[in-house]
C-alpha cells in the first residue's frame, strides 16, 4: 500500500473520492504535503447509512469473531508501523522515533480490545428471583478526533466500540487527517463492509455528525469549547457522548524528593509532544525550599533538548501542529511578556515551521493567563509554594479536572494530596502513563464519561436488566 497519497474516504468497505480536497499542511515547512476528502454531506449520509446497515449483522456477530477481528487489525497495521511513524511525524510534527512509539501504542491497542471480554453482572441470585445484567451494543458510534495524538485517540474509540458490537463513522482532525483515512484503506477488507468507515472533511462536518439523526453516540475528544458545542448538538436527539477535553494540570514537587532524580521527567511531563498532550503538566509548583535548585536544572533541560524538524535525526521536541494553535502559544507568551513576567527561553528554528522556543515562566501569579488557561504548548509557569493546604485550594481552583502529579519522596503524604485534588488521575513520582485497564476520565470541565478500562467498553454499549423469578 502507498501510504504516501492516495488518500481517500472508506464508505462501506470501498474507497471513496471526494469532489473537494483539504490541504495538508507539514508544520515543519509550512508546506502543503498532501491534500486529503473533504467529504460531503452526502458522503456523510452514505457512510451513516452503511453504518446502520452492517450494524444489524455485526451486532450479531460472536465476541470471539470480532476479538479475533481486531486482533487481525493490530497485525495488519503491524505491517506499515515504519510507514505510518514517517507520514504522521509529517503531518504531526513529532519526531519520527516519537511518532513511531504512536503507532505501536495503536496496534497495542487493537490487541488490548481484542483480549477483553464483556461482563453480565448478577445483582440477585436468591431464593425467589436471579437478577442479571446484561450489555448490548448501541448501534453507530460517531468518533470524533484531535490533532495531537490521531491514530492513539482514534484507536481508544475504534477498538472499544467494534468489540462492543457497534459500528463506527470516525473523522480525524482536518489538521491530521491522513494516518487516520490509510487506517481505514488498510482496514477495509478485514471487518464486513460498512462496520468502520473514516471520512475526513473541514470544520462543518464535524457538526453534521453531532447533528445527524444516524448516530447512537458520539465519543468525543477535542477542547472544551469544542465539546460544549459537541454536547448541545447530542441533546437535541439525546445522543450518548463521552467528552475527553482539555485539562491545565498541576505537578507538585515536595521538598523532601530527589531533584536530580526527577527533574526530567518532570521535564518531559510538560514539553513532550511540544506540550500538545491534554494531560501534559501545564502549571509547575514547586517548594520554595528546593525552587532554584529545580529551576537551574529545568533551564539547562529548556536550552539543550533540541527542537527542530520531527524528521531530522537528532530532533527531541517538534513543532506546534497548526498555525492556529501556534498563534495562541505565541499569544499567550507574548502576554506574558507585556505583563512584565520573567521568560526563560531556549533556541528553536526561526525561518520556517511553527516553532515555538521551549519557555519557562520564572514564578509568575497564579491569576496570570500562563497560569490559568491551557496552553497547549510548551509553555512552563513554574510557580514558588510554601503552605500544601492553601496549594491543594489554588489547584483545585480550576474549571479543568483532568490529571496532576505529585513529586515526593513521601508516598503516604504524596497519597494524603491525591486524595484531596479533584482530578480524574494522579500520578505519583511518576506522569503521563495511561495504561488501557485503567479508566481514564475528566472532572468538571475536562469531560465527561470514561475512556478505557472495563468503564469505558461498557460506555460504548447499553444495560439490559433481565428478572427471572424463581
Ligand atoms: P478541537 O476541539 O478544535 O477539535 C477536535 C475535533 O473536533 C476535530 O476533529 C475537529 O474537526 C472537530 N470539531 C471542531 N468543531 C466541531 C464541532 N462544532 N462539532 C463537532 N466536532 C467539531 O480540538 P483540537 O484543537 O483538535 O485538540 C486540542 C484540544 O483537545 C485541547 O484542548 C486538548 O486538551 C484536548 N484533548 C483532550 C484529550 C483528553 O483525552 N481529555 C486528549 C487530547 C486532546
Known sequence: MNLFGGYSLTINGENVCSEKKLDVINPATEEIFATAPDASSDQLDSAVAAANIAFTTWKKTSLSERQELLRKAGELIQNHVDGLAELLTREQGRALNFAKAEVEEAI?????????????????????????????????????????????????????????????????SPFTPLCTLKIGELLKDVFPAGVLNVISGGDDLGPMMTAHPGFSKISFTGSTATGKRVMENCSKDLKRVTLELGGNDAAIIMPDVDVDKIVESVFFGAFYNSGQICVATKRLYVHADIYDKVMVSLVNLVKTVKVGNGLDEDTVLGPIQNKRQYQRVLSLIEDARVAGLTLIEGIAPKDKGYYVPLTLVDNPPSESRVVVEEAFGPVLPVIKFDNIDTLIEQVNDSVYGLAASIWSGDTEKAVAVANQLDTGTVWI??????????????????????????????????????????
Open 429 to 470: 513520582n511518576e506522569n503521563l502513563y495511561l495504561p488501557l485497564s485503567t479508566p481514564f476520565a475528566g472532572r468538571k470541565q475536562s469531560g465527561l464519561g470514561v475512556e478505557n478500562g472495563e468503564e469505558g467498553l461498557l460506555g460504548f454499549m447499553a444495560e439490559k436488566s433481565i428478572y427471572i423469578p424463581k
Open 108 to 172: 497495542q491497542v487493537f490487541f488490548h480490545y481484542a483480549s477483553m471480554d464483556i461482563p453480565t453482572k448478577i445483582t440477585e441470585d436468591s431464593e425467589t428471583r436471579r437478577v442479571s445484567v446484561h450489555y448490548e451494543p448501541l448501534g453507530v458510534v460517531g468518533a470524533i478526533a484531535p490533532w495531537n495524538f490521531p491514530l492513539t485517540l482514534s484507536s481508544w474509540k475504534i477498538a472499544p466500540a467494534l468489540l462492543a458490537g457497534n459500528t463506527v463513522v470516525i473523522k480525524p
